[in-house]
């Protein structure tokens, strides 16, 4: 173990230190000088400077790469973790700016806080190769999370989803610590490829736990079945911002922290669930919660009334292509797997910014108040028209790319193998169930008439930039995916994976 | 040059609508010049095009790391097909003249489908192949969900997941050939020329072909289309028969019969008589002929009957690629050119004409009315078009079927006197609908009901569709000469070894 | 390069029939006369086409010859020869007589007289194509038009009558195009002069049984199968009891016009492909089932005269009285096919019958036309036409019965008048050949007989009655119009070497391609 001085540790965490100095000055701020103005304005400012602070932690992420690995893996800096950092705050920059129009609470500053310490404890997620530090930055992540869930104290259905998200999340941590102690015994180190190399096949009772417990912390947090009992809820009835944080932003971190953790930690005991050549191990046991999460996430979106719990079940059937990343485990399907929850995340933004501006005018989220919206409100409709096409895979949107690069990393893995191609066929089967519901929410939108007394849809000029700059991102990206795809490639080649 | 029939449609596509609510004649004057745009593209290419080789319009780069690029290309078969796009859109949008309430959206959806169409029909790359054949779906959801008539939501929506699932079968096919011959390029002629093995092919090669073959309406996975038409306004049922359909087709020989010719090959046991792949889908395709003949003849609703009709006429473009002889091959081509082109008038006559003024597609209620006295331009129409689609000597679809027959003689000699047989049930179903629809007022029982004349955009469309069909159907040379060289091609080569004849 | 007089003619009437609907339903008078002037444009070219004719040679001239579809052996091959121009030019006098006779037409006048001009479009093909599919593109397309002058204007049963003569004639032609197919399948050629060659040299069956018999069909019945395909195809259209069932009632119902047109003209079409298909292609085959044949042909000649007798419609009389007349033209053929081992002095009796068959063909056409035109005028004239209705005419329109007589007199076969050397000449020629056969046809010379004159006594003579006192006689213009058709009768009947003479040299080859 190196020694580190402080300055150093500093000069590598800045990004962070900006990010949580900025919540405590958006904080300080709101609080002293902008008691008396509007909820409005004071979402404003509050947006503004939170968002600037993110700015700062961007460039600051941008114009001092380094390439470090402090104290053996508690901290990573190097362009793969600063690439995923980087996006967290875009997102966050984004979910900050959405929120702006919101008025289910006038705890501005903690709100903001609240965001900006989630934001925080990402960034320390994705930069951590070292288990303890993985546990706390996941639970400053979530009790976040957990809190920021609760905020609209005027429906007691905020509460209960939160209180729910709060069980759940606290039990399975609760797991996850239990595995990762049983990991520490079994390895007598903290970080991950210390461990890799300490694990010995063939499998031992308590490496199974660990394993099994890991994978439902993780399962939990990326809402994948059978971990997903939050997510309709929280989705439904958390704060528009949040739920739409929880859904972009959390699942990029969640995601990649997952990912870095099965491929770090146990690559010798991965098995395999290829067609026939089954062998025991943890790419297995994600392929089977792989299946079930696309396979319960689409068929149960099909009977939903309400758009955001539509949204929930088709976020854990997006869950359910993503860990087919997972189980391919290769530096490719890394690269798809960032990819798709990248432009994922901008869709999910998208749509929900869309879904909190009808909720405003209309008070309700069911698919009857969407009737007719491309009369109602035009460039918004046409937005969600993107965003929801992306989601369903159609070209040329981001989602088709992400899926298909996705399918082609798992059936990759090995040249002549056609190992997974079971669980592809599956996925692309039940992305085609998935239009069925999509087209149902579009078919409200543009073919609908809408009722007699709708009037115009008005939603700020800012949230409309916002989205239509979403729209826009989704399209480009879509058309032309090399953009991201090669920033991203060239942060996973140095990785080392 | 042939590129700017996609960007001309797409951008027509956006520029619709940016125009003003409320400008209904806008719209279909911008609709019709772009569409008119694309045509006369499509035609000077053609006229242009000296040989049917291949020839590239553009080829850039796309996603490196994968090997795909954005490769656009043309040979005689595309130039054809790209063609009848052309003349479809044109005679599409005429008949769509009346569409008052949101025209520009539906012009909008009409374009962008056109555009993607005709983007299938030019892409070489397969990726670029699949975004532009799945960007066809959308559209088309929206065109039969919005301005559709019968049960116009189930329609749309069991077209679309059909066509999805069809396109998921493709994706599954591709993406496992990509890898397997070694993810570097997508690029047709790459992919055709790896040598995939024999039992790769065995599996990929039905897998890409039903995929495409459901858009096509292969039996028996045929069923969204009747609905599908009915339900659609009248330019998109004329769109989705005379052109969608045709993509099906266009993606079986273009994709699964190129780049899995072994496929083709016998099992080397037989199974219910049949040995091979190519067996079992001739043998669908025939029933299809028939099946749909025979359906076709007992339908109440005359647009079921057009409907069938497609079906039925499907089969025979699906045949004559199954021949796998260079007549059979070249008859199927033209059949997808004469089929487009007369089902979308037959469309045109009983959407547009009959059932605008009508309001109503029952035979049984449409007899009293006197047509062929009240709109006697949507009669004669009819029976042309009708003659046409019997495969009456003159018009395009009888050197298709002619071709086709004898392709299909050379290979499957028990098919073909099928094959004859669903083609005389062809004439008795026509007869009996035109017969039913316009001809019963034989006693002086009713004065003719007072319809509204058939406008001046009927009129110009229909004249276009059928100096069409007797274009091809007296000079079907000028197709051939493009077809021919079109199928010598190195592409096919695969096909040619495996037992081309 | 020849100036293409083939292409040209037929293209005539059918851009006739275009500018007819492009002019619309403005000026009805104009239309009828605008139509008029085609079709005797069509008259005109055919007249230069006979004059420039060569009648020393029988073999064809006018050629033209373009590929068409490569891929299938598809080519556009016109040429005429003497039966060719022959019946030009008997589709080119009958047209304009079925448009005279149409010009009391009122509803719909363009889309009625388009139809008409794009029928003689199909008529001029179907003569002169040498090409299969090219033939059989003009045969099929002919029973559009006609289906629907027919079901349009035609009369109160039209529906019915329309679809028998629909279905009838699809079902023969589809037997055709099986059996043609078969050929081309075979040969690789759909031309009739290469096919007439081939079996001239005794190859056709061979070729046909080698190719296609391993498709474990029907083996070495396959050559009668085609045979009987091609042969229905034609025996309806003549027609040939028991194929006929369609002619009466199609006939009665069609409007006058278009029956003129079907008989005059559309009735040869048969008979020519008796002539030009089914006899030099599939001769043997025929001679085969010869006897069978002849009682055929001559139970159309007696049983159609014998059922003219029973009618009281004047249409359906003469609809009967056309089959036999063209039973006739079946007998002549029938015995021409006869195999003869090349007795010399029968091979003049072969070519007496053959010049009397083509002779009957246009004289029939021409009397047969003028005949109905008349009933058209007594349709006009009265509404009626019923065999009772009328009587003693002939006092109050005596030239009208004079000149209805003269040519019901020709359709009697007075000698004289066109009617009779056609029939003399057949009877002349198949006597010696197939002897009982002809004595039996005799009957039918009878029976007509009985069936004009009981037409003479019933319209014209006897007691006048009273309904009809104001009958209106011919009127100039009438007379004048029926002028040059009379007259080509009597120049016919006094000087057949008018037509003889264009046409002997063609049947000379005709029957020599026998091989007697």
């Given at each position: ?394 070209p ?102 | ?55 590239t319009i553009t080829r850039i780069p796309w996603i490196p790391?994968l090997g795909i690029e954005y490769h656009l290309a ?45 983007g299938v029909?030019l892409s070489y790359d397969l990726f670029l192949l699949f975004v532009f054949y ?40 591709l993406?496992?050939?990509y ?5 570097k390029s997508m690029s047709l002629d790459s992919l055709a ?61 273009r994709v699964?019969?190129?780049l ?242 | ?516």
């Amino acid at each position: 173990m190196n020694t580190t001085t402080y300055s150093q540790l500093l000069h590598l965490v800045m990004p962070e230190v900006i990010v949580v100095l900025t919540a405590l000055v958006t904080l300080a701020f709101d609080l002293l000088f902008l008691r008396n103005y509007r909820t409005r304005v004071r979402f404003t400012v509050a947006a503004t400077l939170a968002s600037a602070g993110c700015v700062i932690a961007i460039l600051q992420l941008m114009l001092a790469p380094v390439q470090s690995n402090l104290s053996d893996g508690m901290f990573l800096a190097d362009p793969l973790t600063h690439l995923v950092q980087a996006a967290l705050l875009l997102l966050t920059i984004v979910t900050l700016l959405l929120s702006v129009d919101s008025t289910f609470t006038e705890h501005v500053g903690e709100f903001v806080l609240l965001l900006l310490l989630a934001t925080a404890g990402m960034m320390f997620l994705v930069a951590a190769q070292d288990i303890l530090v993985i546990f706390i930055s996941l639970e400053l992540l979530s009790l976040s999370l957990y809190i920021l869930a609760a905020f609209d104290k005027g429906t007691p259905q905020s509460s209960e989803a939160a209180l729910k998200y709060f069980l759940f999340g606290g039990v399975s941590s609760a797991f996850l610590l239990f595995g990762f102690s049983l990991l520490y015994g079994l390895s007598g180190s903290t970080n991950l490829t210390q461990i890799a190399s300490a694990i010995h096949t063939p499998l031992n009772p308590l490496l199974v736990i660990a394993i099994v417990t890991t994978v439902i912390g993780f399962g939990f947090k990326v809402a994948a079945v059978p971990f997903h009992f939050w997510a309709p809820d929280v989705y439904e009835h958390a704060p528009v911002p949040v739920a739409a944080f929880i859904a972009s932003a959390s699942k990029v971190a969640s995601f990649f922290i997952f990912f870095q953790v099965m491929l770090l930690g146990f690559p010798q005991i991965a098995g395999s669930a290829a067609w026939r050549h089954f062998v025991n191990g943890w790419v297995p046991l994600v392929a089977v919660i792989a299946a079930l999460s696309m396979l319960l996430g689409n068929l149960v979106a099909i009977v939903q009334t309400s758009v955001r719990r539509l949204l929930a079940y088709s976020a854990i059937a997006h869950t359910g292509y993503m860990l087919l990343a997972l189980v391919a485990h290769t530096p490719q399907s890394l690269a798809a797997l960032l990819y798709y929850v990248l432009t994922y995340g901008l869709a999910t933004l998208g749509i929900f910014g869309v879904v909190g501006v009808v909720e405003k005018q209309t008070g309700t989220d069911r698919l009857s108040s969407f009737s007719g919206l491309s009369r109602r409100a035009p460039v918004l409709s046409a937005c969600l028209f993107v965003f929801v096409l992306s989601l369903a895979g159609i070209p040329p949107l981001a989602g088709f790319f992400g899926k298909f690069y996705l399918f082609v990393s798992a059936l990759n893995v090995a040249p002549g193998s056609s190992g997974l191609l079971w669980l592809v066929v599956f996925a692309i089967a039940m992305s085609a169930v998935s239009l069925y519901y999509y087209l149902q929410v579009l078919k409200r939108v543009f073919v609908a008439s809408p009722p007699d007394e709708a009037t115009p849809i008005q939603a700020s000029v800012l949230t409309q930039t916002v989205i239509v700059l979403l729209a826009a991102a989704v399209v480009l990206l879509g058309c032309a995916p090399h953009l991201l795809l090669q920033g991203i490639m060239a942060a996973i080649g140095p990785a080392g994976l | 040059m042939l590129a700017g029939t996609i960007y001309i449609s797409f951008l027509g596509a956006l520029a619709l609508l940016l125009l003003p609510r409320r400008s209904t004649t806008a719209a279909r004057v911008l609709a019709l010049l772009t569409a008119s745009a694309g045509f006369a593209i499509a035609l000077t290419a053609f006229l242009q095009h000296r040989s049917g080789e291949l020839e590239t319009i553009t080829r850039i780069p796309w996603i490196p790391t994968l090997g795909i690029e954005y490769h656009l290309a043309a040979d005689g078969i595309s130039l054809c097909l790209v063609l009848l796009t052309g003349i479809i859109a044109i005679a599409g949008v005429l008949f769509s003249w009346n569409i008052e309430q949101r025209t520009r959206e539906f012009f909008s959806f009409y374009l962008l489908l056109i555009g993607a169409v005709y983007g299938v029909f030019l892409s070489y790359d397969l990726f670029l192949l699949f975004v532009f054949y799945e960007i066809v779906i959308i559209p088309k959801y929206f065109l039969i969900a919005t301005w559709g008539s019968t049960r116009r939501e189930y329609g749309a929506m069991k077209l679309a997941l059909y066509s999805f699932i069809g396109s998921a079968m493709v994706l599954v096919g591709l993406i496992a050939a990509y890898v397997a011959a070694g993810a570097k390029s997508m690029s047709l002629d790459s992919l055709a020329g790896y040598p995939f093995s024999l039992h790769f092919q065995m599996l990929a090669f039905p897998l890409v072909f039903v995929g495409f073959a459901i858009l096509a309406g292969l039996w028996p996975f045929h069923t969204w289309a009747p609905t599908g038409h009915v339900a659609a306004p009248t330019a998109a049922s004329m769109l989705l028969a005379g052109v969608v359909m045709k993509l099906g087709a266009y993606g079986c020989l273009r994709v699964a019969m190129t780049l899995f010719p072994l496929g083709l090959g016998p099992w080397g046991f037989h199974l219910l008589g049949l040995g091979s792949w190519r067996d079992v889908f001739a043998v669908l395709a025939v029933i299809g002929i028939v099946y749909g003949a025979l359906v076709a003849l007992v339908q109440k609703d005359f647009k079921f009957v057009i409907g069938y009709s497609s079906v039925s006429h499907m089969g025979f473009i699906l045949l004559g690629l199954m021949t796998l002889n260079q007549i059979g091959l070249s008859g199927a081509i033209i059949q997808m050119l004469s089929h487009g082109i007369i089902a979308s008038l037959l469309f045109a006559v009983v959407g547009r004409m009959v059932y605008d003024r009508t309001h109503t597609r029952e035979l049984a209620a449409l007899g009293p009315m006197n047509l062929n006295k009240a709109i006697p331009f949507a009669a004669v129409t009819f029976v042309i078009a009708g003659m046409a689609g019997m495969g009456l000597p003159g018009f395009s679809g009888f050197v298709a079927e002619l071709m086709i027959l004898v392709g299909a003689w050379h290979a499957f000699p028990v098919l073909a006197v099928c094959v004859g047989a669903g083609i005389v049930i062809g004439v008795v179903y026509i007869w009996r609908a035109m017969q039913k629809a316009f001809f019963v007022g034989d006693a002086e029982t009713s004065a003719p009901s007072q319809l509204p004349p058939i406008s001046l955009p009927e009129r110009l469309g229909a004249v276009l569709l059928i100096a069409t069909s007797v274009a091809i159907g007296l000079y079907p040379q000028m197709l051939l000469r493009v077809i021919a060289p079109a199928l010598n091609s190195p592409l096919f080569d695969g096909l040619r070894k495996g037992g081309w004849r | 390069m020849m100036f293409p007089w083939i292409t040209v003619l037929t293209a005539t009437p059918v851009a006739g029939a275009l500018a007819l609907l492009v002019a619309g339903e403005r000026n009805k008078n104009l239309t009828r006369w605008l139509a008029l002037a085609f079709s005797l444009v069509a008259l005109l070219l055919t007249l230069l086409l006979w004059h420039r004719f060569d009648p020393a040679t029988g073999s064809l001239q006018f050629q033209e010859r373009y590929t068409w579809v490569p891929a299938l052996a598809i080519e556009y091959h016109v040429g005429i020869d003497g039966l060719g121009l022959l019946m030009l030019a008997l589709s080119s006098i009958v047209v304009p007589i079925g448009m005279a006779a149409s010009w009391k037409i009122e509803e719909r006048v363009p889309l009625y007289f388009a139809l008409m001009l794009l029928l003689q479009t199909c008529l001029f093909g179907t003569f002169t194509a040498l090409n299969f599919v090219h033939w059989f593109t003009f045969w099929e397309l002919s029973l559009v038009p006609a289906f629907f002058l027919i079901k349009l204007w035609g009369g109160p049963r039209r529906t019915p009558a329309a679809t028998q003569f629909l279905v009838y004639t699809m079902v023969g032609s589809i037997a055709m195009l099986l059996a043609f197919l078969a050929l081309y399948l075979a040969t690789g050629t759909f031309d009739f002069i290469e096919l007439t060659q081939l079996a001239g040299n005794g190859n056709l069956m061979p070729i046909v049984l080698a190719k296609l018999a391993g498709h474990h069909l029907m083996l070495h019945h396959l050559p009668m199968v085609l045979f009987a395909g091609v042969f229905l195809g034609f025996a309806v259209k003549v027609p040939l009891i028991p194929f006929h069932t369609w002619l009466p009632s199609t006939y009665a119902e069609a409007p006058t016009g278009t029956t003129i047109l079907l008989t005059g003209a559309m009735s040869k079409m048969g008979l020519y492909g008796f002539l030009r298909i089914l006899l030099p292609i599939f001769g043997p085959q025929m001679r085969a089932v010869l006897t069978p044949l002849l009682w055929l042909a001559v139970a159309t000649v007696v049983l159609s005269a014998y059922a003219a007798l029973a009618q009281k419609d004047l249409k359906r009389i003469f609809a009967y009285s056309s089959i036999n007349h063209l039973g006739y033209c079946l007998l002549g053929i029938f015995a021409v096919a006869k195999f003869t081992g090349g007795d010399m002095s029968l091979i003049a009796q072969k070519y007496a019958a053959m010049d009397g068959v083509l002779l009957q063909m246009f004289n029939h056409g021409l009397t047969a036309a003028v005949i109905f035109w008349f009933i058209a005028m007594l349709e006009a004239r009265s509404g009626l036409r019923g065999l009772n209705d009328f009587g003693g005419l002939r006092k109050v329109a005596p030239v009208f019965t004079g000149l209805m007589g003269i040519a019901l007199f020709s359709s009697l076969g007075l000698p004289g008048l066109n009617g009779f050397i056609g029939e003399f000449l057949i009877f002349k020629g198949s006597f010696p050949l197939v002897t009982w056969a002809t004595a039996l046809s005799v009957i039918g010379l009878m029976l007509t007989a009985l069936v004009i004159l009981g037409i003479l006594q019933h319209v014209f003579t006897g007691p006048l009655n009273q309904k009809w006192k104001d009958f209106p006689d011919l009127t100039t213009v009438e007379q004048i119009s029926l002028a040059p058709a009379i007259g080509l009768m009597f120049a016919l009947g006094l000087y057949p070497q008018l037509v003889l003479g264009v046409v002997n040299n063609t049947v000379i080859q005709m029957v020599q391609q026998l091989k007697f």
